[in-house]
């Protein structure tokens, strides 16, 4: 993908190392006496190092690059300590960056590692996880036991949460705990007339894409976390017929497996024309 990413000029560059530091993101390193950028994933262009370097061998250049890696960057930057944290969080705030700064935070609570908040950043962090954007508020609401129709002849909504998109949901959110997690792919309530009826009545629901999500390295991270802290009880894996449908499959049985837990896994592929063309208890 085409992205802001550091360039480095090697002429330029005498080895002095003082953008190292700076990026908290673990991108720069000094090999065999220059700045060298070790990975596309950890860089997020964002330019923290530009300032630091006195010789003007640091830019930013549009380019083709791997897609920056909110998740892998945590996974370096939580072992150089709470005032690297506190940094990144800060560098992520500072730039806007909402999006990972929110999957940082989340990191964090799965992970059970202490959040090194600062006032800004716990401001920011309540901002934008209770009266930020609706859509990612969490709410419970409605009734899984309501009747199918009511007086006028139209159906009920089985669905009581919200959010439902994979990236929005919290895997600590009540209605989670002890529950019977649906897991969707996208594109299946719209080719399946009864999904409410059928599928969703007395289940929890996330919804996602296994081919267009981006950072769907989140989703194993998230869905362990279902299983071991919000103990489901089983899962339900809704896919299209399409063979791209089937990672959210495999994202369903990796976590059960890595969790070293028994849970019913069931999975159920519904044809392009609404009809479903295969029902199997995997577990």
């Known amino acids: 993908m085409l992205r802001k990413i550091v360039n480095i000029e090697e002429e330029l560059c005498d080895g002095c190392g003082l953008c190292v530091p700076e990026c908290h993101e673990g991108a720069l390193q000094i090999i065999d006496g220059k700045a060298r950028l070790i990975s596309d994933l950890f860089c997020d262009g964002l330019g923290a190092c530009l300032g630091h370097c006195p010789q003007g061998a640091i830019t930013i250049d549009v380019r083709e690059a791997e897609p920056y890696n909110e998740t892998k960057v945590m996974d370096y930057i939580v072992k150089c300590g709470p005032n690297v944290i506190k940094a990144h969080l800060e560098h992520l705030v500072d730039h806007n960056e909402m999006e990972y700064f929110q999957e940082a935070v989340e990191y964090l609570k799965i992970n059970g590692i202490s959040n090194p908040a ?146 019913p896994l069931k999975v159920i592929v519904i044809g392009i024309n609404g009809e479903v063309l295969k029902e199997v208890q995997v577990n």
């Not at 998109?165 to 792919?185: E, R």
């Not at 769907?216 to 899962?235: G, R």
Request: charged share 20%.
């Open 118 to 263: 600062t006032e800004k950043i716990k401001k920011t962090e309540q901002k934008h996880s209770s009266c930020g954007c609706p859509g990612s508020k969490e709410m419970s609401f409605g009734d899984n036991e309501q009747i199918e129709e009511d007086e006028t002849g139209k159906r009920k909504s089985y669905l009581t949460q919200w959010p439902v998109q994979f990236h929005l949901v919290s895997p600590y959110a009540n209605y989670y705990q002890n529950s019977h997690l649906l897991l969707t792919a996208d594109c299946v309530p719209f080719s399946y007339p009864d999904y409410h009826k059928d599928f969703l009545k007395n289940k929890s629901l996330a919804v996602a894409c296994p081919k267009l999500d981006s950072n769907q390295h989140v989703y194993m991270d998230k869905l362990l976390a279902m299983i071991n802290e919000a103990n489901l009880q089983s899962i339900t894996v809704l896919i299209m017929q399409v063979p791209c449908c089937s990672g959210l499959y495999q994202l369903a049985q990796n976590a059960i497996q890595q969790s070293g837990k028994y849970i």
